[in-house]
C-alpha cells in the first residue's frame, strides 16, 4: 500500500464542517502540536462522527509527539495537563473547560490475557508510517480513520470510508487476531452496530460466532465491563440490532444465560395474546418500542427491566386446551406468577453485573410491577391505592414499561392501543396533582400524625403505624379534608384501633 493512497482532502461534501467550541478547542491543540513541529490530527470515534453528521461529544488527538514533549508544549500556555495516562502514552489537555486526550502514535505488545496488552510501544521514525501502524491495532475500520482538522486532509489505511458509505462493520485486518487480542471487543462491535444502525460484515459475524465461546466473563471481561457495553447497547438508538447480534453470535449465552430460554421449548406465548410466538421475539418486539421514548427519559435501569420483564415466563408455562366459538381447539398458554418469579432471577443479574443497589432495585421493580401496570384502571380500585402507586418515584418507568409491553406484540394496532392505559395514568396523575382538596393531592401531608394519635391515649407500638397507615388512606379516599374532620374521623374509629391494640 502507498502511504499516500488513502488520503484525501476532506471537504464539506463529506466531512461535517460544523463548529463547535470543542472542536474549534481541540483545532486549537492540534494547531499547537503541529507549530512545534509535531503531526497531530483527530483520532476514532470523533471523524467517524463527521462522517454521520453527528456532532462528536469529545475529540481525541494521536500525535508522533512523546508524553513529555507534548507535556512542554503545553505547560507554557496555561493550560492544565493532566498525566495520569502517562504510563499509556496518554496526555490530556484541559483549555476553557474542554479535556482533548492527547495519545502519542503506539503499536501494542503481545497480549497475554486476552484483555489487555503486555506493554504498550511508543511508535518513533516516519509519522505517517507510525499513524499507519497505530490504524492498524484498531478494532473497526470505522473507527481506524484520522483527520487533520488544520489542513483539511483525512488518513483512512483500512477503508473505514467506504464502510460509513456502505453502512458496515469490518475489523481492521484479521477479526479472530482483533478477538483473541481483546475479548471485549466482540461486546464493541454489537454496541457500534446498534449505535450506528450499521449491519456486520459476513466475515466478521464468523470470527464472534467462532469466538464467543472465548469471551469468558468474569475473568477475561470483568463484568463491570460486561455491564457497560450493554448499557452501550439499550440506551442506543437501535437496542434490538445489538441484542439480536448477541443472541445470534452466542454472546448472550456467555453474559446472560437466564434469557436462553426464551427462545427455547417453553417459550412460546399465547396465540391470543402473544401471535408473535417466542418470548425472545416478544421481548425485542418490547425493547423496540421502549426505545421509542426520549433519550432523556431512558435510563439503563429502565432498559435492563425491559429487556428482563418476562424473563420467568419459560419456567412459569402452562398450557389448557380451549374451544372456539367456530368449534376448533387451540392451546391457550399461561405464565401466572412469572413476574414474581422473575423478580430474584433480574436480582441475582444485576449483583452480577455489580449494579448499585438503585439501579437494581429499579429494574427488579419493573420486572416485579410489569403485570400489575395492565390492571389498575379497573374503577373498582380504591383511590388511596392509586394515590400509593402515583406517588412512586419509578411511575413514569412503570407507565413506559405497561405501553411497551403491550404494544410489543404482533396483535392489531386496535387492540394494542386499546390495552395501553398510558393515557389513563397520565391522566390520572395530572388529577391527583391538582386535586381540587389540596389533602388528597400527590405527596400530600397526613393530617393524622403521631402526636394525634398519643392525645387518643394510645401506647407507642405498632399500633401506632396502623393508624396512621389507615388515617392517610381515608384522607386520599376523602374521607375528611382538614384536620378537624381527620380528628372527628380518629374518634369514631378510636375504639376499633384499641381493640386491635388489646388483641
Excluded at 70 to 76: D, E, G, N, R, Y
Excluded at 94 to 123: C, H, M, N, T, W
Aim: with cysteine; net charge negative.
Amino acid at each position: 500500500m502507498s502511504k499516500t493512497s488513502n488520503i484525501d482532502s476532506a471537504t464539506s461534501a463529506t466531512i461535517s464542517t460544523a463548529h463547535s467550541t470543542a472542536r474549534d478547542i481541540a483545532t486549537a491543540v492540534a494547531r499547537q502540536l503541529q507549530q512545534a513541529g509535531y503531526m497531530a490530527v483527530f483520532a476514532g470515534g470523533c471523524v467517524r462522527d463527521q462522517f454521520l453528521d453527528v456532532e462528536p461529544k469529545d475529540f481525541d488527538i494521536a500525535t508522533n509527539a512523546r508524553p513529555e514533549q507534548v507535556i512542554a508544549v503545553f505547560s507554557q500556555t496555561g493550560d492544565t495537563v493532566l498525566t495520569v495516562g502517562v504510563s499509556f502514552g496518554v496526555v490530556i489537555v484541559v483549555r476553557d473547560g474542554e479535556q482533548i486526550e492527547i495519545a502519542s502514535f503506539r503499536g501494542d505488545g503481545k497480549y497475554g490475557d486476552g484483555r489487555r496488552p503486555d506493554e504498550i510501544v511508543l511508535l518513533d521514525g516516519d509519522p505517517l508510517e507510525a499513524l499507519q501502524q497505530d490504524a492498524a491495532r484498531r478494532d473497526l475500520t470505522v473507527n481506524a480513520m484520522f483527520y487533520d482538522p488544520v489542513a483539511d486532509k483525512l488518513y483512512d489505511f483500512f477503508g473505514g470510508r467506504r464502510d460509513i458509505a456502505d453502512r458496515t462493520l469490518r475489523a481492521v485486518g484479521d477479526a479472530a487476531q482483533r478477538f483473541a487480542e481483546d475479548r471485549l471487543r466482540m461486546l464493541r462491535v454489537a454496541r457500534f452496530a446498534a449505535k450506528l444502525g450499521f449491519t456486520i460484515s459476513p466475515e466478521l459475524m464468523d470470527a464472534l460466532e467462532q469466538h464467543a465461546g472465548s469471551l469468558k466473563p468474569g475473568s477475561i471481561v470483568s463484568y463491570e465491563r460486561v455491564a457497560k457495553e450493554l448499557e452501550g447497547i439499550l440506551l442506543s438508538k437501535d437496542p434490538v440490532t445489538g441484542m439480536q447480534i448477541l443472541m445470534d453470535s452466542g454472546l448472550l449465552a456467555e453474559i446472560l444465560p437466564e434469557m436462553m430460554p426464551l427462545i427455547g421449548d417453553r417459550a412460546m406465548g399465547d396465540p391470543i395474546w402473544h401471535p408473535e410466538g417466542l418470548a425472545w421475539t416478544h421481548t425485542m418486539l418490547v425493547l423496540g418500542e421502549a426505545a421509542k421514548e426520549p433519550a432523556a427519559d431512558k435510563s439503563f435501569a429502565f432498559m435492563l427491566g425491559v429487556l428482563l420483564h418476562d424473563i420467568a415466563k419459560p419456567e412459569t408455562m402452562t398450557t389448557r386446551q380451549e374451544t372456539q366459538a367456530d368449534g376448533t381447539v387451540i392451546t391457550r398458554i399461561s405464565n401466572r406468577g412469572h413476574a414474581e418469579k422473575g423478580v430474584p432471577i433480574a436480582r441475582a443479574i444485576a449483583n452480577r453485573l455489580k449494579l448499585s443497589s438503585d439501579t437494581t432495585h429499579r429494574v427488579t421493580e419493573i420486572v416485579r410491577m410489569h403485570m400489575q401496570m395492565h390492571d389498575f384502571n379497573d374503577p373498582a380500585i380504591k383511590r388511596s391505592k392509586l394515590v400509593s402507586l402515583m406517588q412512586r418515584d419509578d411511575i413514569m418507568d412503570l407507565i413506559r414499561m405497561q405501553h411497551a409491553d403491550v404494544m410489543g406484540t404482533t396483535r392489531s394496532l386496535e387492540d394494542r392501543m386499546a390495552s395501553s392505559h398510558r393515557a389513563f395514568y397520565l391522566a390520572l396523575l395530572e388529577e391527583m396533582a391538582n386535586d381540587a382538596s389540596p389533602a388528597r393531592r400527590l405527596n400530600a401531608a397526613p393530617l393524622i400524625d403521631g402526636s394525634h394519635v398519643k392525645a387518643f391515649g394510645f401506647k407507642p407500638g405498632p399500633v401506632y403505624r396502623v393508624i396512621k397507615d389507615a388515617a392517610l388512606e381515608a384522607q386520599h379516599d376523602g374521607e375528611f379534608a382538614d384536620e378537624a374532620g381527620a380528628l372527628a374521623w380518629l374518634a369514631a374509629n378510636a375504639d376499633r384501633f384499641s381493640k386491635g391494640e388489646e388483641a
